[in-house]
Nanobody, 115 residues
Framework: QVQLVESGGGLVQPGGSLRLSCAASGSICSFYTIGWARQAPGKQREPVATITSGGRIDYADSVKGRFTIARDKATNTVLLQMHSLKPEDPAVYYC?????????WGQGTPVTVSS
């Protein structure tokens, strides 16, 4: 099973930017969907952005226009560029990939938005 490891989380001021990175231990082409989800304290995990093997991208309405997902097949990395971060964005952000056999999740990276 391909392992996923996130990095890049941290503390940022409202309106600031962060870039999250998800490194896969194997080829991300093994996933037919790969992307990001987040879970805030006391809330359910929710999808943020996904990209299919065919290149279709979907964003949650709450992040459209502010977040951008991108993949690099050469380095087996999936990025989430986040701009204009808002007080409602703090959460643990998880990378996930869905293949025919299973769904893989990373351990998560926390994002805090505070002045």
């Amino acid at each position: 099973q391909v392992q996923l490891v996130e990095s890049g989380g941290g503390l940022v001021q409202p309106g600031g930017s962060l870039r999250l990175s998800c490194a896969a231990s194997g080829s991300i082409c093994s996933f037919y969907t790969i992307g990001w989800a987040r879970q805030a304290p006391g809330k359910q995990r929710e999808p943020v952005a996904t990209i299919t093997s065919g290149g279709r991208i979907d964003y949650a309405d709450s992040v459209k226009g502010r977040f951008t997902i991108a993949r690099d097949k050469a380095t087996n990395t999936v990025l989430l560029q986040m701009h204009s971060l808002k007080p409602e964005d703090p959460a643990v952000y998880y990378c996930h990939g869905v293949s025919l056999e299973s769904t893989s999740w990373g351990q998560g990276t926390p994002v805090t938005v505070s002045s």
